[in-house]
């Protein structure tokens, strides 16, 4: 009996490279579901993912996010937007990795400095990143970004998202699908 591919597309990367936004976009070019594990949480807990972090801790956290992956590759045909932490439980990697094709979203430390400022000037209420409060975000960012990064690499494709709108990305994630489904 052959193995059973599961189908979704899993992607991971630090946070503004895309995820939310590109998972929308190719879930409704696949007619798949779209699932954000972020907004799942929320959902779940009835709390931000800042008074998560502020009243339960980081470990609390880290530990909803992997119940909630789990119950969420049990199921096909979805696009996947992880949180960027996901990646740092070695359980979570080989979940997503059996699950689908796990596409990771890549951009220099100063294009997610940038991409959090547009963030926080365009909205009355941005979310607040817990991880990159305080003085000099660009510096945390890229200390934070290099800790994960060996993780990162674990993806079976990586998408380069620096100078490219949420279409052009899509259309590149839509592709790898293509090709590593041998649906091309």
């Given amino acids: 009996m052959p193995v059973k591919l599961n189908k979704n597309i899993i992607l991971t990367g630090f946070s503004f490279t895309g995820k939310s936004s590109v998972a929308e976009l190719a879930a409704s070019r696949l007619g798949w579901k779209r699932v954000d594990?972020?907004?799942?949480?929320?959902?779940?807990?009835?709390?931000?993912?800042?008074e998560i972090f502020a009243m339960d801790g980081e470990e609390a956290f880290r530990a909803r996010e992997s119940r909630v992956l789990s119950k969420t590759c049990k199921e096909e045909e979805q696009v996947i937007a992880t949180g960027g932490g996901v990646v740092l439980s070695e359980k979570n990697?080989?979940?997503?990795k059996r699950s689908g094709m796990v596409i990771c979203l890549e951009a220099r430390p100063e294009t997610i400095y940038h991409r959090l400022l547009d963030e926080a000037g365009n909205s009355s209420s941005p979310e607040v990143r817990p991880l990159l409060t305080g003085r000099d975000p660009l510096a945390k960012i890229t200390a934070l970004k290099h800790s994960r990064q060996a993780f990162y690499d674990e993806a079976h494709k990586t998408i380069r998202t620096d100078g490219l709108d949420v279409r052009a990305v899509t259309e590149k994630v839509i592709k790898a699908w293509n090709t590593w489904s041998g649906n091309n």
């Fill in 37 to 50: 594990l972020d907004l799942e949480i929320v959902r779940a807990s009835g709390k931000t993912i800042p």
């Fill in 93 to 96: 990697r080989r979940l997503m």
